[in-house]
């Protein structure tokens, strides 16, 4: 599987960014679709999950202003990031695999990622 993450950008506090994840390859039903990002000097970090039953799960420093969603049609998870703060600015990256429910924020439990997208919040 190849993930194209796209969408990142320049946004103001308070602002909103969409960021989309395109796979190729083999479809994304078959897996869980992550996303993670990277602050500098920071940890790479847990941001939400949808698994191959459409659960979805977020970190609780997203919860109530990201949201995932995907498009079977077009093979892309997006994920929508509303209310957006400055600590949210990091690299964000998808990642893909099957990770058991009590891995699924562990970065190491996915196989597949994309290459990454900037997202800076600053006034």
């Known amino acids: 599987v190849q993930l194209q993450a796209s969408g990142g950008g320049l946004v103001q506090p308070g602002g909103s960014l969409r960021l989309s994840c395109a796979a190729s390859?083999?479809?994304?039903?078959?897996?869980?679709v992550a996303w993670f990002r990277q602050a500098p000097r920071k940890e790479r970090e847990f941001v939400g999950v949808?698994?191959?039953?459409?659960?979805?799960y977020y970190a609780d420093s997203v919860k109530g202003r990201f949201s995932i969603s995907g498009d079977n049609a077009k093979n892309t998870v997006r994920l929508q990031m509303n209310s957006l703060k400055p600590e949210d600015a990091a690299v964000y990256y998808c990642a893909a695999g099957n990770p058991v429910l009590s891995y699924i924020e562990s970065w190491r439990a996915y196989t597949y990622w994309g290459q990454g997208t900037q997202v800076t919040v600053s006034s």
């Open positions: 949808m698994r191959s039953s459409g659960r979805i």
């Open positions: 390859g083999r479809t994304f039903s078959s897996y869980a």
